[in-house]
C-alpha cells in the first residue's frame, strides 16, 4: 500500500521559511517524478514545484521562482521543498504527489498516480 505523507506545515509571518517534507512508502520512489501543489481558500489546486526521478529536471510555478526549491533524497524516499520569503499568497494546503511520468506532473494537478493529505501553510502578514 503506497502511503505519501506530507509535514513541515505552519503558521509564519511574512518574510519567514518554512521548509515542507514528503515520505513516501510503497513505492520504488527513485521511479517517479514528485511535485508539490497547493490549494488556497476558495482556489483551485495548482503546481508549485515538480522534479524529474533522477532530480536532475526541476519545474517551478512563475509565483515561487527564486523563493523555493525543490529536493528529493532517493535513499531517504523523501521529498522537500524548501519556501523562502513567504507571502500571505502563499497561504494554502500543500500537497505531495507522485507520478512516473515528470511531464504529466509538470501539466498539472490532473489524474496523478498518487497523492497525500497535505499540509497546511499560513503566512500572516
Known amino acids: 500500500q503506497v502511503q505519501v505523507v506530507e509535514s513541515g506545515g505552519g503558521l509564519v509571518q511574512a518574510g519567514e521559511s518554512l521548509r515542507l517534507s514528503c515520505t513516501v512508502s510503497?513505492?520504488?520512489?527513485?521511479?517517479?517524478?514528485m511535485g508539490w501543489f497547493r490549494q488556497g481558500p476558495g482556489k483551485e489546486r495548482e503546481g508549485v514545484s515538480c522534479i524529474s526521478w533522477t532530480g536532475d529536471e526541476t519545474y517551478y510555478a512563475d509565483s515561487v521562482k527564486g523563493r523555493f526549491t525543490i529536493s528529493r533524497d532517493n535513499a531517504k524516499n523523501t521529498l522537500y521543498l524548501q519556501m523562502n520569503s513567504l507571502k500571505p499568497e502563499d497561504t494554502a494546503m500543500y500537497y505531495c504527489?507522485?507520478?512516473?511520468?515528470?511531464?504529466?506532473?509538470?501539466?498539472?494537478?490532473?489524474?496523478?498516480?498518487?497523492w497525500g493529505r497535505g499540509t497546511q501553510v499560513t503566512v500572516s502578514s
Open positions: 510503497g513505492l520504488t520512489f527513485d521511479h517517479y517524478a
Open positions: 504527489a507522485a507520478d512516473r511520468h515528470y511531464a504529466r506532473m509538470v501539466a498539472g494537478p490532473f489524474d496523478l498516480n498518487y
